[in-house]
C-alpha cells in the first residue's frame, strides 16, 4: 500500500501562484509514476498533470501547460505541483495518485485531495 497526503491547498487571487505537496508513505515510493487530478462538483475527476519515476517524461492536460509545473523529490518521497498564473477555473479539489505505469487514466492509489479556491 502507498498512502498519499497533499497538502498546500487554499485560497489565491487570480494571478497568484500555489505550490501543492504530495507525501507518499508506506510501501517503497520506487518506480511509481507521481500524477495531479483535480475535481469540481458535479464534474469527473480530471487530469492535470503526471511525471514518470526518475523525471525524465512529464504530461499535462493542455489547459495547465506553461502554467504548472510537476516535480518530485524521491528522497523525500513527494511530489510537488506548482501553479502559477491560477485562474478561476482551476478552482477544484486536486489529488495526488501513484501507480506503477504513467498514464492519464487509471493510478492505483489516490490522495484524500486538498482545496484550491481562485477568486476573481
Given at each position: 500500500q502507498v498512502q498519499l497526503v497533499e497538502s498546500g491547498g487554499g485560497l489565491v487571487q487570480a494571478g497568484g501562484s500555489l505550490r501543492l505537496s504530495c507525501a507518499a508513505s508506506g510501501r517503497t515510493f520506487d518506480n511509481y509514476a507521481m500524477a495531479w487530478f483535480r475535481q469540481t462538483p458535479g464534474k469527473e475527476r480530471e487530469f492535470v498533470g503526471a511525471i514518470s519515476w526518475l523525471?525524465?517524461?512529464?504530461?499535462?492536460?493542455?489547459?495547465?501547460?506553461?502554467?504548472?509545473?510537476?516535480?518530485?523529490?524521491?528522497a523525500k518521497n513527494t511530489v510537488y505541483l506548482q501553479m502559477n498564473g491560477l485562474k478561476p477555473e482551476d478552482t477544484a479539489v486536486y489529488y495526488c495518485a501513484a501507480d506503477l505505469a504513467m498514464s492519464r487514466n487509471y493510478y492505483d492509489y489516490w490522495g484524500q485531495g486538498t482545496q484550491v479556491t481562485v477568486s476573481s
Open positions: 523525471s525524465s517524461i512529464t504530461d499535462y492536460t493542455d489547459s495547465v501547460k506553461g502554467r504548472f509545473t510537476i516535480s518530485r523529490d524521491n
